[in-house]
């Protein structure tokens, strides 16, 4: 069932876990994330950020992950992850996101307030949500940039929730996105500041290498959404990969499957850990 990422979020609040927002780019990959949704009974976030665009183009993998969404026996938000553009945000939510995000975390603190609001007034004509990004998350989604992490300031995190009402906050506190050089350092005194200041949910972006226990504490401590995107490519590349070495892979449509078994692995892998299993009926 394709539902709003607010509903998805708040629903999380309440019950203290984190919902898995999973990066996709084909096919094989949503019915992964789903079938380890449905079996878990889990809400669940689809997304792709628009720099993977070139790869897979909105046009196409978009009505795919509504499509999927809707079908889906379990709640499922379709988020457009690390909008760059206004065009593209549009694009997303004319196709049917309940959830964008625009990252403006490279501007000066006023410029990203202003053009966050801009966002949030387009999508409330589609009744979407809205995430948006303070401080700096180190990497960037598709590995082509080495952006410095810059931790939030919990001010400027409170000033940002008051002065946009954006409906999901992703900080940053030491996490970066790719798969990390050394074991990451959480600043969990910064997220405990956050969360105890800012009001709506906080996200967490770059999740891949992050250990269980610390996913385990952001999750209680404010983190309601958490971006896994390079340990599910990492996923399927591995399990077809085992599947070549096996000799079991005959034909192509082995290779699908195998593809399919890596992303249910790894989705299934990161929901137990978040604590999102058993929180809703499968339809
Ligand atoms: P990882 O690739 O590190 O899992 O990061 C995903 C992410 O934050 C997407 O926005």
């Given amino acids: 069932m394709l539902v709003n990422m607010r509903n998805l979020l708040s629903d999380a609040q309440k019950g203290n876990y984190a919902v898995g927002s999973f990066s996709v780019a084909n096919m094989e990959m949503v019915l992964g994330v789903l079938k380890a949704a449905q079996e878990l009974k889990a809400p ?36 457009f992850d690390h909008g760059k553009t ?25 410029e990203n307030i202003a053009v966050t609001n801009e966002v949030i007034n387009i999508a409330s004509k589609y009744g979407a949500a809205v995430e948006a990004e303070i401080g700096c998350v180190g990497g960037s989604e598709d590995g ?4 410095a992490i810059n931790c939030t300031d919990p001010d400027d995190a409170v000033r940002f929730a008051r002065e946009t009402g954006v409906d999901a906050l992703a900080i940053a506190i030491g996490n970066a996105h790719g798969n990390y050089k050394s074991t990451p350092n959480l600043r969990f005194d910064i997220l405990e500041k956050c969360a105890k200041a800012v009001e709506p949910p906080l996200v967490l972006h770059g999740g891949t290498g992050i250990s269980p226990d610390d996913f385990v504490r952001c999750s209680k401590t404010g983190i309601k959404k958490i971006n896994i995107a390079t340990a599910t490519f990492d996923s399927v590349e591995k399990t077809v990969h085992g599947c070549y070495n096996e000799n079991s892979i005959k034909g192509y449509y082995d290779l699908q499957a195998a593809e399919v078994e890596g992303a249910y692995q790894n989705a299934k892998r990161h929901i137990l850990i978040f604590g999102s299993d058993n929180k809703t009926e499968v339809l």
Avoid: W
């Avoid at 669940?44 to 909105?58: N, T, Y």
């Avoid at 945000?89 to 309940?98: D, K, P, V, Y």
């Avoid at 082509?144 to 952006?147: A, G, H, M, Q, V």
């Fill in 44 to 79: 669940v976030i689809l997304q792709i950020a628009e720099v993977r665009l070139k790869q897979s183009p909105l046009e196409v993998i978009g009505p795919l992950m509504v499509a999927a969404a809707k079908a889906a026996k379990t709640p499922v938000a379709v988020h």
């Fill in 86 to 110: 206004i065009e593209k945000i549009s694009q997303a939510l004319e196709l049917g996101f309940t959830s964008v995000m625009f990252d403006g975390s490279h501007l000066p603190l006023e």
């Fill in 144 to 147: 082509s940039e080495d952006i």
